[in-house]
């Protein structure tokens, strides 16, 4: 194993079709509705029934059950200046809802949501083309007119009433850009069960569950402050335009939305109306979403059409029943709500790759981490007895995946695997396991990546 040169002559024979590996995990994510009624009661008899988002009948039933007389105030409101279309629906090979082609040599479907697969990333450069980008839908992708969206401020934790943004608006305030990953928080779900023998709900991703562009936008710092951000403010929320969830058991979630620390939405968030220098396309969020660097990617809202500033703190299904982590060690309420994103490495290659025995051939990879920007990566042949430094391709940035390439000349005929991990600059390094959770989120563990030596 030695850090490859440019001038590298194989490429990997490949078997063709990508072995997926099988997990039992649900495409949608299930929620046990006596535990979802359970917290909600928590949270309606703590006065949060509110800002949790519950839905006016939820509530109703919610309060039945306890005997209570509610009185439910409005949401958010629905917003009238954008319209969604539910595109056509589904056929085989075809997520129902996604609008952009998914061919099968590139994008895995699973459910409402397409995984890319990571060898089709080696035709990619440092930058996802939107074509390869991996897409994440609860619901479907909504086809929004961008002369007619609006995106709304609003909430007490503005020193005024509510403030309104036409999209050209925000293209007249100064414009910012950054290239980040954005990544599921269930990225790698399926290997919980393929590599540990776990039980986990929700999507059965492999790695391909992140795709890094450059986002072109405005600061959301600079629209809050425009809409008069006040002193005491706390959280933010953003709230998508896509349909309402529902999940497995029909328990209406409403929209997508997910409240932000107001520290961190003032740091490095983005509205952004530009992928790679093109308008968002569809699938993305077009015309506008929020872009948070580093974090999970449920933080970075598609098809933005308000946010809600608040005085106090703020709560929705996808900051107290998902994306925390539940299970043996955690207190029945999770943990805290989920915000970077953990580390990973991946080959570009498929499951099951083919090697010729006796040749060398130049293996390649990307590796990123939410908590710092990589330190380095290192390559196993033999199981983890040995680990070989690789050769960078990029600079590594915070926020931001390397490319990574090494040389191998496999002798021996038969199956094996591959191992790579990465260490980031806050001293972190993939481990042999990641500790279970019951919704799978956060695996950062060492993939053993099968390949043949034939
Ligand atoms: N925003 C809305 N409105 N609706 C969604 O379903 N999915 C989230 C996030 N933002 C989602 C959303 C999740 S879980 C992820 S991982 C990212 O979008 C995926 O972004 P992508 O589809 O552009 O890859």
Redesign the pocket.
Known sequence: MTPSTPSTPTTPKTTGALATPTATANSAEPLDEAAYDRRRLRQWFAGEARAAGVARRDVLRLAGVAGLAATVPTLGGGLPHAHAVTPPGSAPGIAPGIVKPLPDDVFTVRGT?AETRFEALAATGHLTPASH???????TTPRLDADTWRLTVWGDGLTGGAREFTLAELKRLPSTSRTAF?????NGRGLFTTQQGQQVSGTAWTLG?V?QAHWRGVRLADVLRRAGLARHAVDVMP????DD?ITADGTRLG??RRPLPLAKALDDVLLAYEMNGEPLPP???HPV??VVPSW?????????GDIEVSATPLFSPWNTDFYRLFGPGHSPRGSGPLTRQTLKSAFELPWNAHFEAGFRHRLTGRSWSGGGAVDRVEVSTDHGGTWHRVRLHDVPRHGSWVRWSADWHPRAPGPTVLLARTTDTTGRTQQATTAHNTQGYLFDAVVRHPVTVG
């Open positions: 949501n980008f991996f897409v994440r839908n609860h619901t954005v990544e599921c928080a269930g569950a795709g709230r998508g335009l896509d969830y929209r997508v699938d993305h969020g979403r929020v999970i990617g449920i933080a970075s809202v598609k098809w933005v």
